[in-house]
Antibody, heavy 119, light 111 residues
Framework: EVQLVESGGGLVQPGGSLRVSCAAS????????MNWVRQAPGKGLEWVSY????????YYADSVKGRFTISRDNAKNSLSLQMNSLRAEDTAVYYC????????????WGQGILVTVSS | NFMLTQPHSVSESPGKTVTISCTRS????????VQWYQQRPGSAPTTVIY?????PSGVPDRFSGSIDSSSNSASLTISGLKTEDEADYYC??????????FGGGTKLTVL
């Protein structure tokens, strides 16, 4: 079964930075586009960022554009999200999510990692 | 830019049928596939419907999806409701401008 395990969450002050990572296993990581999707406490899902298999195509939600950077290392089967200039409204559980282009869906989700932005 | 609007909550009794709507604010609902995700408390979402009306393996046929161009909306229908169906449900679609968009989610209560 596909495994996606996030790490690196925690408490950070407004204006600070944090990097969350995702370790992927049990599938050919380099063959799949990946995403980050977040969920603020008690709120709905929000797509954050997308990266294609070779990192040639990268997209961001307007809410994080210019502050967040997505990257991947296919040799290490890992996905990362560097978050800078963090705001209180970035507080959320961040999910690492695999994208299936064939079926047009987010087909596997990690368990999520909590990022809290607070002074 | 488009939004997907869902009812905040729905409730129904076990054994009954419930339908959750997802209305696209602009652009045609038929222009991009709609997916539906189920999220139980404390868990990550899982897919119950993809490509408007397809079920992943393991999802019971009590779950079905459809789109209606006249109302510019998609629907998730769950028949023979079970208490285990109680969860939050999110619709999701895509376009080249907004990229991936989720609806606000619907809390299903089976009482």
């Amino acid at each position: 079964e596909v495994q996606l395990v996030e790490s690196g969450g925690g408490l950070v002050q407004p204006g600070g930075s944090l990097r969350v990572s995702c370790a992927a296993s049990r599938f050919t990581f380099s063959s799949y586009s990946m995403n980050w999707v977040r969920q603020a406490p008690g709120k709905g899902l929000e797509w954050v960022s997308y990266i294609s298999t070779s990192s040639s195509n990268i997209y961001y939600a307007d809410s994080v554009k210019g502050r967040f950077t997505i990257s991947r290392d296919n040799a290490k089967n890992s996905l990362s999200l560097q978050m800078n200039s963090l705001r209180a409204e970035d507080t959320a559980v961040y999910y690492c999510v695999r994208y299936s282009y064939d079926q047009h869906l987010f087909d596997y989700w990690g368990q999520g990692i909590l990022v809290t932005v607070s002074s | 830019n488009f939004m997907l609007t869902q009812p905040h909550s729905v409730s129904e009794s076990p054994g009954k049928t419930v339908t959750i709507s997802c209305t696209r604010s602009s652009g045609s609902i038929a222009s991009n596939y709609v997916q539906w995700y189920q999220q139980r408390p404390g868990s990550a979402p899982t897919t119950v419907i993809y490509e408007d009306n397809e079920r992943p393996s393991g999802v019971p046929d009590r779950f079905s999806g459809s789109i209606d161009s006249s109302s510019n909306s998609a629907s998730l229908t769950i028949s023979g409701l079970k208490t285990e169906d109680e969860a939050d449900y999110y619709c999701q679609s895509y376009d080249s401008s907004n990229l991936w968009v989720f609806g606000g989610g619907t809390k299903l209560t089976v009482l």
